[in-house]
């Protein structure tokens, strides 16, 4: 199983919001990664083929997803940014309707609802209404509709924005139970939702594929510019103001500092290993020093 994107654009007027992105995705989790307005919403929706491109193709095993038309709406699962969730539905009839949304036979659809409301932990409260949610719970439910037809590509647009740490865990480890044999997108300007999940993480900036692979492939690429350093906090305000400060921490009367720096930014400062979330602050933190 295969999706290839290739050389996939989108222009609005003299705006660029995807720019000839190339990839090719087997069967994984992928952690879209980018800030804001980098493009990550508008790739999702062409590849899920509700927004035409101006230029480039998907192709799902070859085949150009527009040929495969109905075929290829079989075989995904959505579920977008800002989901409608029916405040008067229960949950159980939610999935029911989806279902049927979906072209499931009756008897399909509530075996596969019941199931699904099972794998997301919803079953206690199949049939209270949706407005009693809360956000975690609306999430789940939502995942849960996204998978009603066992789809070969699961695409999921920031679905953990608004959900506390419990919640965040708890859908992160349900996206991992769903991994095995399908491709997974789940696009996310939060490094922790990916950082332990994702098979391969993609950064995305500015409609752009930057940088793409594992953790430990795409920290590599910014190895030698994390820097560790302790010093006495009068000093804090310049570095500061300088670099890329990604973490702070008060240690007696003097305060040690995690900096992003393409070269040595204070006396004592040492090279440490980066993480993905250096990763980050170096492509997406307009700091003075990058
Ligand atoms: N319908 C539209 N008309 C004009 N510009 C658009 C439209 N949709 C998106 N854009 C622009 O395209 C760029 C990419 O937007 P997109 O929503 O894809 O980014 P994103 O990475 O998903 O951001 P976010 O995390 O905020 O959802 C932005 O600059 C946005 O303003």
Redesign the pocket.
């Known amino acids: 199983m295969e999706l290839t994107i290739d050389k996939l654009s989108k222009h609005?007027g003299d705006?660029i919001?995807v720019d000839t992105f190339s990839i090719v995705l087997q069967p994984g989790i992928y952690g879209l990664l980018?800030a804001?307005?980098?493009?990550?919403?508008?790739l999702m929706r062409m590849i899920c083929d509700i927004l035409k491109s101006t230029s480039g193709e998907v192709k799902y095993n070859n085949t150009n997803i527009k040929k495969l038309g109905e075929d290829y709406r079989d075989i995904l699962g959505y579920l977008p940014?800002h989901f409608g969730y029916y405040p008067d539905f229960k949950a159980y009839d939610f999935l029911m309707y989806f279902a049927s949304l979906k072209g499931l036979p009756h008897f399909k659809a509530k075996e596969k609802s019941l199931e699904l409301l099972e794998i997301v932990n919803l079953t206690e409260v199949k049939n209270k209404k949706i407005k009693s949610f809360s956000g975690g719970m609306k999430q789940r439910l939502g995942i849960a509709q996204a998978m009603l037809n066992d789809p070969k590509i699961l695409i999921l647009d920031?679905p953990t924005a608004g959900l506390d740490p419990k919640e965040r865990v708890r859908f992160r480890n349900l996206i991992s139970t769903f991994g095995k044999d399908r491709i997974i997108i789940l696009?996310t300007?939060i490094v922790s939702d990916v950082e332990y999940i994702a098979d391969e993480i993609i950064v995305m900036k500015s409609g752009q594929l930057l940088n793409k692979g594992n953790v430990t492939q795409i920290t590599k690429s910014i190895e030698g510019f994390v820097w560790e350093c302790t010093v006495p906090s009068k000093e804090v305000k310049y570095l500061n103001e300088t670099y890329t400060v990604s973490n702070l921490k008060n240690v007696g009367d003097q305060v040690s500092l995690r900096i992003i720096a393409d070269k040595k930014p204070c006396e004592g400062a040492v090279n440490t290993p980066p993480n993905l979330e250096d990763l980050y602050l170096y492509y997406f933190e307009e700091g003075p020093a990058l």
Request: aromatic letters at 6%.
């Open positions: 609005y705006s919001a980018g804001n307005g980098s493009g990550k919403t508008t940014q920031e696009s300007h």
